[in-house]
Nanobody, 125 residues
Framework: QLHVAESGGGLVQPGGSLRLSCAAS????????IGWFRQAPGKEREGVSC????????EYAESVKGRFTISRDNAKRTVYLQMNNLKPEDTAVYYC??????????????????WGQGTQVTVSS
């Protein structure tokens, strides 16, 4: 059964860093695009970053460019989201999602079929 699971969230002070992991099971990660999304209380789910399966194409939301870095390790079946210089407005539940679409890298949640349960990230002093 195809499954993705996030980990690595927590409480961090403004300016700090966290690395989130998205671990895949039940499928070969090589053929799947992965997206990271977040949802703060009372707000819609928004795309943060994505990485394609084929050419490694990467995109970031404007609000995280220069601070977040996405990467994938297909051998470990894991996609990472390195988050630096975190701000209070980054506080949200972070989700990863997978889609078996060649060449896909999209920041819209409707493009993805498989979702994890989320991990809480809280940025506060």
């Amino acid at each position: 059964q195809l499954h993705v699971a996030e980990s690595g969230g927590g409480l961090v002070q403004p300016g700090g860093s966290l690395r989130l992991s998205c671990a895949a099971s039940g499928f070969t990660l090589d053929y799947y695009a992965i997206g990271w999304f977040r949802q703060a209380p009372g707000k819609e789910r928004e795309g943060v970053s994505c990485i394609s399966s084929s050419d490694g194409r990467i995109e970031y939301a404007e609000s995280v460019k220069g601070r977040f870095t996405i990467s994938r390790d297909n051998a470990k079946r894991t996609v990472y989201l390195q988050m630096n210089n975190l701000k209070p407005e980054d506080t949200a539940v972070y989700y990863c999602a997978a889609a078996q679409v060649f060449g896909l890298c999209a920041l819209t949640p409707y493009a993805y079929d498989y979702w994890g349960q989320g991990t809480q990230v809280t940025v506060s002093s």
